[in-house]
Structures are given as C-alpha cells and as structure tokens.
C-alpha cells in the first residue's frame, strides 16, 4: 500500500514539474553575427539555471524581424536595439500608429555601426557613397533601418543591395559590390568584418565632426562614438553613430519567468564574456540603467530593486 502511494505522488510530482516548465523562443540574429553566438551562450545559461524555463535559440533577421515576430506571438524574446525598441513602443517611424507591446529584460553592449568597404572601391570617404552599391545591414534589422535614416539626414543616397550577412561579405569578397553596415563594438570588429579582412584589403568610413553632430540633434535616440585605432590591423580612429543592443519581451511573459532570465544572466561571470568581448568584465545591470529607453518588464525590475540597484520612474512599467 505504502509502495503504491509512493509510486503514486512520485508520478504527481513529476507530472506537475513537467507542467511547470515553460518553452520559449529566443529570437536572436544572422548565425555569422558575434551576438547569435552571445544568445546561444544566454540561452545555455537559461536552460541551465534549474528555473524550468528551457530556450530554444532561433536565427532571425535580427532586431526588426524579431519585434515583427514578437508582436505575432511567435517569438517570446529577441534581440532589440535601444532607438529601435523606443520608436517601437512610442508608435514613431517605422511603427507609426502601431505601438508595440515591448519591456525590456536587460541591455548587454553598445554597438558601433561600421562603414565597410573595399579599400580599392574608390570610395575613401562617407561623401563618396553617392550611387555605390552597398549593403545598409541584414534584412530586418536595427543596422538596416538606422543606416538608411542616417544617410538620408546627412544627404548620401546610395544603390543599396538587401541580402543576408554571408551572402553580403561574399559579394563584397567577389567586388560585385563595395560594401556594406555591420555592428561592431567599440574595441572589436564583427566578426563577418574580420572575415572578409582575411581575403580583402577593407577601409572603415568615418563621419565629420558636423556630420556627428547633426545626427546627435536630429536623431536623439543614438549617440556617437570614437573608436580607438587598431580595432583592426591598419585600422585608424574613426567616429560613427551608436546604440545599445539588448534583449526584450512583451507584457505577456510573466513576471516569474522572467525574473529566471534576467536572474540567469545578472548571477553569470564568465558565459557571455567568452561568447562576446564587449560582455566581458561588464557591469550588465548598471549598463541596461544607463542604455535603457524604453521600461523594463517587471521581472526584470523585481531582479534589480532586489538586488540593491535604483530603477529610475521612466524605466518603471507604465511609465
């Protein structure tokens, strides 16, 4: 009789423990980006965290395509950039009149926008870009939007090519064309970037001082940004336009869960150093008060009032 009843609540148990774990989609960007490797390193620790939530990373087209599937319910998580999840939310630009259900769990780096181009493309300076085929950032993506919105300000109109970030740095490797936007850091190239380098003499195109600052005063949502020279073999200092990237989800993930995610993330010290450089030795939750645009999910605020940091009103659910 005993053994039946152990058996019995041993099955009940274990049967409530299934039910209790939650399946979400990550959705995170091209596999040949440096941050897929970052979300697949996020989503081990997650699925390792003993929570019961188990992530499933899926290759996207990046912060665009990720809110698209977020806002369709077939995605619970992604990728998003700072301006982008801000014009998101706030119903502007590319969202005008729709105003996406969005709050962010954490902001993991900054992410410089690089002009690439072939070093014998003739093309030695932003101004040259005029009718040069060149690729504005993979399709659906934050880099793709903001590059076309940044050139468009400052009066460059390029021939510009869509494709995906393999089938770009082919084109670029074959001078089919001359380049293309890729997310950097601000002490590392992408790795896409240090790829075609490998096989291609490149050149990083630079704004001007005015240039910068018009971006700053009409695009208030980004920042500029020094780069430091050597970020690559022959690479001089340049200064581009910026952003920050991290990862949101909508209103409809409940607050246990992620508190498990951010929980997974905040209580980590090596993971996502060695799957991105920018990661390493960061203070992630001082970084995501300093980047944040838009309100953190009430998960991820839980996480950080418990563990002693002040969340500002403006980043507050519904602020």
Same mark, same amino acid.
């Given at each position: 009789?005993?053994?039946?009843?152990?058996?019995?609540?041993?099955? @009940?148990?274990?049967?409530?423990?299934?039910?209790?774990?939650?399946?979400?989609?990550?959705?995170?960007?091209s596999?040949?980006?440096?941050?897929?490797?970052?979300?697949?390193?996020?989503?081990?620790?997650?699925?390792?965290?003993?929570?019961?939530?188990?992530?499933?990373?899926?290759?996207?087209?990046?912060?665009?395509?990720n809110?698209?599937?977020?806002?369709?319910g077939?995605m619970?998580?992604?990728i998003?950039?700072?301006?982008?999840? %801000?014009?998101?939310?706030?119903?502007?630009k590319?969202f005008?009149?729709?105003?996406?259900?969005l %709050?962010?769990?954490?902001?993991?780096?900054?992410?410089? %926008?690089?002009?690439?181009?072939?070093?014998?493309?003739?093309?030695?300076?932003?101004?040259?870009?005029?009718?040069?085929?060149?690729?504005?950032?993979?399709?659906?993506? @934050?880099?793709?939007?903001?590059?076309?919105?940044?050139?468009?300000?400052?009066?460059?109109?390029p021939?510009?090519?869509?494709?995906?970030?393999?089938?770009?740095?082919?084109?670029?490797?074959?001078?089919?064309?001359?380049?293309?936007?890729?997310?950097?850091?601000?002490?590392?190239?992408?790795?896409?970037?240090?790829?075609l380098?490998?096989?291609?003499?490149?050149?990083?195109?630079?704004?001007?001082?005015?240039?910068?600052?018009?971006?700053?005063?009409?695009?208030?949502?980004?920042?500029?940004?020094?780069?430091?020279?050597?970020?690559?073999?022959?690479?001089?200092?340049?200064?581009?336009?910026?952003?920050?990237?991290?990862?949101?989800?909508?209103?409809?993930?409940?607050?246990?869960?992620?508190?498990?995610?951010?929980k @997974?993330?905040?209580?980590?010290?090596?993971?996502?150093?060695?799957?991105?450089?920018?990661?390493?030795?960061?203070?992630?939750?001082?970084?995501?008060?300093?980047?944040?645009?838009?309100?953190?999910?009430?998960?991820?605020?839980?996480?950080f009032?418990?563990?002693?940091?002040?969340?500002?009103?403006?980043?507050?659910?519904?602020?």
């Amino acid at each position: 009789m005993k053994t039946r009843l152990f058996g019995a609540l041993s099955a @009940a148990l274990l049967t409530c423990t299934a039910a209790q774990a939650e399946d979400i989609l990550f959705g995170s960007t091209s596999a040949s980006s440096s941050h897929y490797g970052y979300i697949v390193a996020v989503g081990k620790l997650i699925n390792e965290g003993g929570s019961g939530v188990n992530a499933t990373v899926v290759e996207t087209g990046a912060t665009m395509d990720n809110i698209r599937r977020m806002e369709r319910g077939q995605m619970d998580l992604g990728i998003v950039t700072t301006n982008v999840v %801000q014009h998101a939310v706030s119903g502007k630009k590319d969202f005008e009149g729709r105003a996406q259900d969005l %709050q962010l769990l954490w902001v993991y780096s900054t992410s410089v %926008q690089n002009i690439v181009v072939r070093a014998d493309s003739g093309v030695k300076s932003i101004d040259d870009l005029n009718d040069v085929r060149l690729n504005p950032g993979i399709k659906g993506s @934050a880099t793709e939007s903001t590059t076309e919105e940044v050139l468009t300000l400052l009066g460059i109109k390029p021939d510009y090519v869509r494709g995906s970030t393999t089938d770009v740095v082919n084109r670029v490797k074959d001078n089919r064309i001359s380049g293309y936007v890729k997310s950097g850091t601000e002490t590392s190239l992408d790795s896409s970037t240090m790829d075609l380098a490998t096989a291609t003499e490149i050149r990083i195109l630079g704004i001007s001082d005015e240039q910068a600052a018009l971006i700053r005063e009409k695009m208030p949502d980004l920042s500029t940004m020094t780069v430091a020279a050597g970020v690559a073999e022959g690479i001089p200092s340049y200064t581009s336009w910026t952003f920050g990237v991290g990862v949101a989800a909508t209103s409809k993930m409940s607050e246990d869960t992620a508190y498990e995610i951010v929980k @997974a993330v905040m209580s980590d010290t090596t993971t996502q150093g060695m799957a991105l450089a920018s990661v390493k030795n960061a203070d992630l939750a001082q970084r995501t008060l300093d980047f944040a645009t838009v309100p953190l999910h009430p998960g991820a605020v839980r996480w950080f009032e418990e563990n002693g940091y002040t969340v500002p009103d403006r980043l507050k659910p519904g602020a």
